[in-house]
């Protein structure tokens, strides 16, 4: 039985080069610029009207891309999706078969190769999910969103106690992912959940909150590689219904707590202990804002 798609998180990250795609549809071959060097990008759990201007106010990778590459398709459509087994759909509505066949764009999204030629209103789907995205199927021990403000206590000579407290509150949330498998290889097949690890050992993540490898080969984001890959203070998209945020419901701005940068985060799964190809991810969050779809 596969399991099914429920919670992501997906990771805003800065452009160092154009975002482009080689694209061959009806309005003949053609280079096309996704997004500029400098702007920020976050895949599917974002704003659709975001600017890429900042970390919190990213490009929605899939709506930035359908559009771009719409523009000069003589006459067709391009529109980029989550399937909803958590691959990126890419479908091509238009006169003449359509096909994206080179250009980073295609590794940001997942595919490890060119679309191949789509038929008019056919779809390609990718060999793994969105760089920077997230996906899994399970949590437990979830604490929900507590809020939390700073404050500090004393006792003054007549034995009053004395409360400080901070004007500023957050919340903070805590759970544990568990079904994550240890490697991409460990789905079950029809998942494409995230893996614990990533599959490039030597280079398992970036060291500044530049896209990794997003000009060079796809390949699935781990756990790991996104909790080291970047800053603490680097928003990100959290929902715990990804389908259901893709039929218009919310999803959060947040970032990681400090605990999600300590290597115990991951361990054996509890649930199957003696299964080596499941590991539980715990994970802690802290919010920073809504926004719907």
């Known amino acids: 039985m596969v399991a099914p798609l429920r919670y992501g998180l997906a990771r805003s990250y800065l452009l160092s080069g154009n975002l482009s795609a080689s694209v061959t549809d009806a309005g003949s071959p053609r280079t096309v610029t996704v997004a500029a060097s400098g702007s920020w990008v976050r895949p599917v759990i974002a704003d659709p009207a975001g600017a890429g201007t900042s970390t919190s106010d990213p490009y929605e990778l899939f709506t930035t891309a359908g559009t771009a590459l719409s523009a000069a398709a003589g006459g067709g459509t391009w529109v980029v999706s989550l399937h909803t087994d958590g691959r990126t759909k890419v479908t091509w509505t238009g006169g003449a078969p359509g096909e994206i066949t080179s250009g980073g764009l295609l590794a940001a999204l997942g595919f490890a190769s060119g679309t191949g030629s789509i038929a008019s209103g056919s779809s390609a789907y990718s060999t793994y999910p969105a760089l920077g995205l997230l996906l899994w199927a399970y949590s437990q021990d979830d604490t929900g969103w507590v809020p939390e403000s700073d404050t500090a206590r004393s006792l003054d000579g007549s034995g009053q106690l004395v409360v400080y407290r901070s004007s500023a509150i957050r919340h903070r949330r805590r759970a544990r992912a568990f079904w994550v498998p240890r490697s991409y290889s460990d789905n079950d097949a029809g998942e494409y959940f995230s893996p614990a690890w990533g599959t490039d050992y030597e280079s398992s993540g970036p060291t500044t909150v530049s896209a990794p490898d997003y000009n060079s080969t796809a390949r699935a984001t781990g756990w790991m590689d996104f909790a080291y890959g970047i800053s603490g203070e680097i928003e990100c998209g959290y929902a715990e219904s990804v389908g259901t945020y893709l ?19 991951i361990a054996l799964s509890s649930g199957e202990p003696l299964y080596n190809g499941r590991r539980d991810v715990l994970y802690e969050l802290l919010k920073r804002r809504e926004f719907q779809s």
């Open 247 to 265: 039929d218009g419901g919310y999803a959060l701005g947040v970032s990681l707590g400090p605990s999600m940068f300590d290597a115990e985060q």
